[in-house]
């Protein structure tokens, strides 16, 4: 193959001239792109290194030259999600002055079974029902509350609170990181 530059010659090896030219369009550290697989060296001379599975970015105050780093996928992290809160909450109709009646056991002699208590902790107090011709009173400690036959005494109207617990969702998997892109063969002139 000859390569013909004015005022050159045909010669790309013996004179140097072509090298010459070649320093100047393509300097060490330059770099080449092409939709074509082939070897600058080939084309050009020169000792080219690949840049491959990398974006190029314009070095400068925020990138030095020659910085590396990036990823393809990314799987966010909880500081990298959106502010945002999840809340829930929630009562109960006022039923108005009611009262609990003991369910059904099923079958004879069995027994009706109530427990209440003061706060979360306390020791419960227990009292069973007899649906046959003994009834056991119903008590908890220092709560004031009390039953007796086979129903609790009415407790005035009231509702009762509802909290929520909020599920979690997602599945945790990396998403594409990329611009859109169009993929070519890379160099860098290393000499």
């Known amino acids: 193959m000859s390569v013909i530059v004015a005022g050159l010659g045909a010669d790309r090896g013996g004179s140097g001239q072509l090298e010459v030219i070649l320093d100047k369009v393509y300097p060490v550290g330059s770099i080449y792109m092409s939709i074509n697989p ?71 002699g069995s027994y009706r079974s109530f427990v209440t208590a003061d706060y979360e902790d306390a020791t419960f107090s227990r009292s069973n029902i007899d649906i046959g011709s003994t009834v056991r009173a119903i008590t908890a400690p220092d709560c004031g509350i009390a039953a007796s036959g086979s129903s609790t005494e009415y407790a005035g109207s009231h509702s009762h609170s509802v909290s929520l617990s909020v599920g979690t969702t997602g599945g945790s998997a990396a998403h594409n990181n990329m611009p859109p892109y169009l993929a070519v063969y890379m160099w860098k002139r290393t000499a």
Not at 41 to 48: A, H, N, P
Not at 77 to 88: F, I, K, L, V, Y
């Open 38 to 108: 082939t070897d600058p060296q080939v084309l050009f001379g020169g000792t080219w290194a690949p840049l491959q599975d990398k974006f190029l970015i314009g070095a400068g105050s925020t990138y030095a030259s020659e910085a590396t780093g990036g990823e393809a996928t990314h799987t966010l992290t909880a500081d990298e999600m959106p502010s945002h809160s999840h809340s829930g909450s929630g009562s109960t109709n006022s039923a108005g002055n009611h009262s609990h009646d003991a369910p059904s056991g099923g079958y004879p």
